[in-house]
C-alpha cells in the first residue's frame, strides 16, 4: 500500500507542469474586474485565489475535489470496527486523504494513515506544561491557539529553512509538518477541554480511527457519539480558500512561515464571531430564548422565536448561524447535520427549537432586507449535536471546528509550497486614489 508521501511525491511534478502550462497558455487573460464596492466590501467574489482543495458554488454549497457532502458519504471509507455502523461517516482520514490528494482513498490507505497519525501524535512536553499553566478562564480557542505556537518548536520546515534547503524541497518539510499538526491538534485540544472542565486526565484509544480517538480523549466513549465527532470533523474541514480561516493560513503560509504558526494564525481568524465562533453563539443565542421564555411563562414556538428574533436584531445584533458571504442556499454542512439528528435524535428538545428557528428565520431575515442570504449555515446546527450527547461546554465548540480546518487550511498549505505559490501581497488604495481615479473615468 503507498503512503500519502508517495502519492503526493508521485503528483507533484505533473502538477507542477500543468500550472506552468496554465499560466503560458492564459496568464494574461483576465477573470473579472474590481469594482470601488468589492474594494471597500471585503473583496466579495473578486477572483484572486489559487485553492484547490474545494470550491464552493452560492447554489450547491461545497464540493470537496468535486465531491458534494452527499458523495463522500457515499464513496468514503468510513469506520467499521467492532463499535461502529457498517454505513457510518466517512473518516476524517479519507476526507484528509482525499483533499491533498485528489483520490477517493481505499481503507487499506486510510489505515496507514490514522496508523501515522497515531505515530505522530505525541506533544512535546514544555507544551503540556505550557497547556496546564494557562487560567480556566481564557478562552479555549486563545488556549488552542497558545498550545499550536508553542508546538512550533517541532517544525520540520523552519529548521531546514534555516539550514538551508532549496525552494524544491520545501513541500517535503512541510508535509512533514502537517501530518504532525493534524495529528497533535487533538492532543492540545483535549488537554484543554479536560484542563478546563474537568480533572486534567487524557485517556486514549488508539486501536481506534482519528476522530473516535478524540472521543475518547475528550472523555466520551459512545459510538453514536463518536459517528457525530466523524461527521463533524469531515463537514468543517474545508469550504474553499476565501473564508477567513483558510485565507490566513494561506496568506500567513505564503511569508514561508512554517505551518503551525501559519494555521496558529487561521484559528485566530476562527475564533471571530462572524467565523467560527458563530457555533458558540448560536448556542447562547437559543438560551437567551430559554431564559427569558421561562421568566415570562412563555412556550418557545414560532411565535415566541420570531418575538425575539426582532428583538436581536431591532438592537443592531447579528443572527448567530445565519447568513453567508458566498452562499445564497441553506448550507448543506447544515442539511447533512440536519439529516443527523432526525436518524439519531430526532425527539430532542433543542433539535425541535432549531428546526422551529430554520421554520421561521429564513421570513424574518427577508423581511428584515439586510442580508443577501437568509438560511442557516454549518453553525446554526453543529452545536446541538453535540449538546445532545453531554457535550454542553459551547464556549468550546469553535476548538473542534478548529480540529476539523486544520485538514483542509493545511492540505492547501502543502500545494501552496509544492506548487511554489508567491508571497501573497495584494495592492492597496487610498480614498484619494479612488476618488481622483473615478472622478478622471
Ligand atoms: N443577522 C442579521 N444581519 C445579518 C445577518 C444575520 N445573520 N447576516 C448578514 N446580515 C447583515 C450584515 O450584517 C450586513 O449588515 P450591514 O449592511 O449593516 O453591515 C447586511 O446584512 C449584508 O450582509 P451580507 O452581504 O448578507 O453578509 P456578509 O457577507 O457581509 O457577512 C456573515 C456574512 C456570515 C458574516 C453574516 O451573514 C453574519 O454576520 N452571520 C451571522 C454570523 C455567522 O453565522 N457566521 C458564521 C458564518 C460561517 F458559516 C462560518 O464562517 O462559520
Known amino acids: 500500500v503507498q503512503t500519502i508521501s508517495e502519492v503526493l511525491a508521485s503528483q507533484v511534478p505533473q502538477k507542477q507542469a500543468d500550472l506552468l502550462a496554465l499560466k503560458k497558455e492564459h496568464g494574461s487573460k483576465v477573470l473579472g474586474e474590481v469594482t470601488v464596492d468589492q474594494c471597500i466590501g471585503g473583496a466579495r467574489g473578486v477572483k484572486c485565489m489559487l485553492w484547490e482543495t474545494s470550491n464552493l458554488d452560492a447554489e450547491e454549497g461545497i464540493r470537496f475535489r468535486g465531491l458534494t457532502i452527499p458523495d463522500c458519504q457515499q464513496v468514503l471509507p468510513t469506520f467499521k470496527g467492532p463499535s461502529g455502523p457498517e454505513n457510518g461517516e466517512p473518516l476524517l482520514e479519507s476526507l484528509f486523504w482525499l483533499l491533498l490528494t485528489s483520490e477517493v482513498p481505499t481503507k487499506e490507505q486510510v489505515?496507514?494513515?490514522?496508523?501515522?497519525?497515531?505515530?505522530?501524535?505525541?506533544?512535546?512536553?514544555?507544551?503540556?506544561?505550557?497547556?496546564?499553566?494557562?487560567?480556566?478562564?481564557?478562552?479555549?480557542?486563545?488556549?488552542?491557539?497558545?498550545?499550536?505556537?508553542?508546538?512550533?518548536?517541532?517544525?520540520?520546515?523552519?529548521?531546514?529553512?534555516?539550514?538551508?534547503?532549496?525552494?524544491?524541497?520545501y513541500h517535503d518539510y512541510v508535509l512533514e509538518d502537517i501530518l504532525n499538526v493534524v495529528a497533535q491538534l487533538p492532543e492540545i485540544a483535549a488537554t484543554i477541554y479536560r484542563n478546563v472542565y474537568f480533572d486534567g486526565v487524557v485517556e486514549k484509544d488508539t486501536s481506534l480511527d482519528y476522530s473516535?480517538?478524540?472521543?475518547?480523549?475528550?472523555?466520551?466513549?459512545?459510538?453514536?457519539?463518536d459517528e457525530l465527532?466523524?461527521?463533524?470533523?469531515?463537514?468543517?474541514?474545508?469550504?474553499?480558500g476565501g473564508n477567513a480561516s483558510a485565507h490566513?493560513?494561506?496568506?500567513?503560509?505564503?511569508?514561508?512561515?512554517?505551518?503551525?504558526l501559519s494555521y496558529a494564525a487561521g484559528l485566530n481568524a476562527l475564533a471571530g464571531p462572524l467565523h467560527g465562533l458563530a457555533n458558540q453563539e448560536v448556542l447562547g443565542w437559543i438560551q437567551g430564548i430559554q431564559k427569558k421564555m421561562a421568566a415570562e411563562g412563555k412556550e418557545i414556538n414560532a411565535e415566541t422565536i420570531t418575538e425575539f428574533t426582532w428583538d436581536t436584531l431591532n438592537a443592531k445584533k447579528v443572527i448567530p448561524g445565519y447568513g453567508h458571504a458566498?452562499?445564497?442556499?441553506?448550507?448543506?454542512?447544515?442539511?447533512c447535520q440536519r439529516e443527523f439528528a432526525l436518524k439519531h435524535m430526532p425527539d430532542d428538545e433543542l433539535f425541535k427549537i432549531v428546526n422551529t428557528i430554520y421554520e421561521v428565520m429564513p421570513g424574518i431575515l427577508t423581511e428584515h432586507g439586510k442580508t443577501k442570504n437568509p438560511y442557516p449555515n454549518v453553525d446554526s446546527h453543529s452545536g446541538v449535536l453535540l449538546w445532545h450527547y453531554g457535550?454542553?461546554?459551547?464556549?468550546?465548540?469553535?476548538?473542534?471546528?478548529?480540529?476539523?480546518?486544520?485538514?483542509?487550511?493545511?492540505?492547501?498549505?502543502?500545494?501552496?509550497?509544492?506548487?511554489?505559490?508567491?508571497?501573497?501581497?495584494?495592492?492597496?488604495?487610498?480614498?484619494?486614489f479612488i476618488k481622483n481615479f473615478c472622478e478622471k473615468q
Open 111 to 169: 489505515d496507514t494513515l490514522t496508523a501515522d497519525l497515531h505515530k505522530r501524535a505525541e506533544l512535546p512536553g514544555h507544551v503540556v506544561g505550557i497547556l496546564n499553566s494557562l487560567p480556566k478562564d481564557m478562552h479555549p480557542m486563545t488556549q488552542f491557539t497558545i498550545g499550536l505556537n508553542a508546538a512550533q518548536t517541532g517544525s520540520a520546515f523552519a529548521a531546514a529553512y534555516q539550514a538551508g534547503a532549496p525552494k524544491s524541497s
Open 326 to 335: 458566498v452562499l445564497r442556499k441553506t448550507d448543506p454542512r447544515y442539511t
Open 229 to 240: 465527532m466523524r461527521l463533524y470533523l469531515c463537514i468543517h474541514t474545508d469550504h474553499e
Open 212 to 225: 473516535g480517538n478524540f472521543c475518547r480523549m475528550l472523555g466520551y466513549n459512545d459510538p453514536s457519539f
Open 248 to 260: 490566513t493560513t494561506h496568506l500567513v503560509g505564503s511569508t514561508l512561515s512554517d505551518p503551525y
Open 391 to 432: 457535550f454542553t461546554q459551547f464556549q468550546y465548540y469553535t476548538v473542534l471546528f478548529g480540529v476539523s480546518r486544520a485538514v483542509g487550511a493545511l492540505s492547501q498549505l502543502y500545494w501552496d509550497r509544492a506548487l511554489g505559490l508567491p508571497l501573497e501581497r495584494p495592492k492597496s488604495v487610498t480614498p484619494e
